[in-house]
């Protein structure tokens, strides 16, 4: 499309980096890990900071009552694990030591929406959007490219109060500038249109860029949203951009049930005038295959974006949209 | 223990149980069993000069924390705070009501004295081990201590404390678990059976005294050695009668979670009042 050359990050590594450089300038933070960290966001931080690395092995519930004590000692823990095991299996400990407290401690759930493809769906979660969302108190973020997963560590050490951060396994390509400032709560315009609203989360951000890009080249002037943050979801840009455009497209590597989709729903059903389509997952179990193979079934590639988008703004009958709220 | 102290540290103890009984009693619902089972070993933490803490400063940085992982048994817990002044006496009769600093289960956030919130059974453990590293690792040379029940001790997340607790050899950590050997099903032994509970302890790498959580020299000479374990975690597994110090609810399964009418109300103080001249 463009002949920019285009940057890609590995998620791991920025986050792996941003936590040295944020635990070299604040001596709170501490980092936990579960049996999976070294490979992942653990290593450089445990080369640097051995003492301040707290493994508990394959022990999630338990991680994350002590993410909680070491919270309450007055230190800022950043919490790693594979997303059913960071979301699901210690749920209660989340709702009820970190979330009903209003503590600082920092979950990161790696490896989500189908980074692990071919471990199937005990691994592949689609679902943590919607079951992390209900609980209240607590921030999700899910940030789109490099700069994005790096300031989002500076960003949640700062708040004051838990934050639920996804980690995709997938290189993400760079659609921020090195300068680029997170502010939780507030979503980035990445491409401005006036004839529709794309709002997409994670990896669909570039994804979704890409489609409009193909919708411009067909004469549709696409606006491109990054919802970085999922709760609390930026309501003002939801209702901006919808007003001006009158139609929305929510873009998400995630069940359609609770999720961005969902969010989006939410503030339209109540406040903004548009007509909405939601694109991401069915509510289902997620089938076992690589990566690209699974984008390409579940309809998330650009082309096949654009193609849904294309169907939508052409106001086709979609029957299988109906069924999902 | 002195006599002296050990007649101070008993009436103490009563007059916590009559508090119990009153605020739960008003209350109308609540627990007390497991709430009279802890008064004694409580009137020992808060009142024998052993807890670090100042109740003018609950916040202060280096006090001695309490994490009352069996939660439901926070009458005592809030007894043993109004007594020691965290806050009026007169906010016990709100216990369970709209509005009230004292919650169905302790919470850190409403309630002055309360180190950490808790009432899902088998989380406070935890916590307490993410306290007492967070101690260490802060340079503060306190204690936590952490009361679990033994019906608790059936969540698999108590053992995966446990097991972290030693792994780390958190010798600033003391469990104390309440073993009154009921549960809400009926005894702990036909619900689930926990035994051999100190040898489980043992196993897992902790330090481990059985006493009998009535007895004051017992429960003196078993956290006094608690606090000097070295290299590991220590834990007090008492042995405790359920409704302790009111005849008709000693051992008996139903009083686990029920609260007194009016009449059994009074009939419960009277019990405590001739207790306490024992």
């Known amino acids: 499309m463009d ?16 936590l040295v450089d944020l635990a070299k300038r604040d001596d709170r933070v501490v980092y936990v890990s579960c049996d999976s960290s070294l490979g992942a966001s653990g290593g450089p931080f445990n080369k640097n900071f051995p003492q301040r690395h707290f493994e508990f ?26 997303v059913p095991f960071a979301a699901f299996r210690c749920f209660e400990q989340i709702r009820d030591d970190v979330c009903k407290t209003r503590l600082n401690v920092n979950i990161m759930g790696n490896n989500c929406g189908f980074s692990v493809g071919p471990l199937g769906p005990t691994h592949v979660i689609i679902e943590d959007v919607g079951v992390i969302g209900s609980v209240p108190n607590i921030t999700i973020i899910s940030p789109a490219d490099g700069p994005q997963y790096r300031e989002a560590i500076f960003k949640a050490a700062e708040l004051d109060g838990p934050v639920y951060l996804r980690v995709h396994r997938q290189e993400a390509r760079r659609i921020h500038g090195d300068g680029y400032s ?25 994804n979704s860029i890409d489609a409009a890009l193909m919708l411009k080249a067909k004469g549709i002037s696409a606006e491109v949203i990054n919802m970085s943050t999922l709760k609390p979801l930026d309501r003002d840009l939801v209702l901006e951009s919808s007003s001006k455009t009158k139609k929305v497209v929510t873009v998400e590597e ?48 650009a082309e096949k974006i654009f193609d849904k988008i294309q169907d939508f703004l052409h106001r086709e009958e979609d029957d299988e949209n109906s069924n999902r709220l | 223990m002195e006599e002296k102290k050990k007649n101070r540290l ?15 009693c008003l209350a109308g619902s609540g627990h007390p069993g497991g709430a009279l089972s802890m008064t004694d070993i409580f009137s020992y933490l808060y009142f024998g000069d052993v807890l670090n803490i100042d109740p003018n400063k609950p916040d202060k940085k280096d006090r001695d924390r309490l994490v009352l992982s069996k939660g ?46 808790t009432g899902s059974l088998g989380q406070g453990l935890s916590c307490a081990v ?17 009361v679990i029940g033994d019906g608790e001790c059936d969540e698999g997340q108590i053992w995966e404390a446990a097991m972290a607790a030693a792994h780390y050899n958190l010798d600033n950590l003391i469990a104390i678990v309440d073993k009154n050997g009921l549960q809400i099903d009926g005894f702990t032994k036909d619900v689930m059976d926990t035994e051999p509970l100190a040898e489980k302890w043992k196993a897992f790498g902790w330090e481990v005294a059985t006493i009998d959580g009535h007895d004051y ?62």
């Open chain 2, 72 to 117: 439901h048994a926070c009458p005592i817990l809030y007894a043993a705070l109004a007594e020691k002044g965290y806050f009026d006496k007169s906010h016990l009769k709100t216990l369970r009501k709209f509005g009230s600093i004292l919650q169905g289960h302790p919470d850190m956030n409403k309630t002055p004295g309360v180190d950490i919130s």
């Open chain 1, 3 to 18: 002949s920019e050359k285009k940057i890609y990050d590995n998620p791991r590594k920025v986050i792996a980096e941003a």
């Open chain 1, 182 to 206: 997170l502010k939780i709560g507030r979503a980035d315009r990445v491409l401005e249109g006036d004839e529709l609203t794309i709002i997409a989360t994670s990896t669909m951000v570039a």
């Open chain 1, 57 to 82: 092995g394959i022990q999630e519930q338990n991680a994350m009552g002590e993410a909680a004590g070491l919270a309450v000692s007055g230190k800022i823990p950043f919490i790693a694990a594979y």
């Open chain 1, 254 to 301: 995630h069940s359609v049930v609770n999720g961005l989709g969902s969010a989006v729903a939410n503030i339209l059903a109540t406040s903004g005038p548009a007509l909405l389509k939601k694109i991401g997952i069915e509510d289902n179990f997620a089938v076992v295959g690589e990566y690209d193979e699974l984008i390409d079934y579940y309809g998330l590639t």
């Open chain 2, 10 to 24: 008993k009436k103490v103890a009563a007059g916590l149980r009559q508090d119990i009984i009153r605020m739960l």
């Open chain 2, 217 to 278: 020299d017992q429960i003196e000479d078993s956290i006094q050695k608690a606090k000097n374990a070295s290299g590991r975690p220590a834990v007090v597994v008492a042995e405790t009668v359920k409704g302790k110090g009111v005849s008709f609810m000693e051992g008996v399964c139903e009083w686990h979670g029920q609260a007194p009418s009016e009449e059994e109300k009074e009939e419960a103080l009277k019990c405590i009042g001739e207790f306490k001249t024992d």
């Open chain 2, 130 to 146: 993410g306290m007492a590293l967070g101690a260490r690792l802060n340079g503060q040379s306190l204690k936590v201590f952490a």
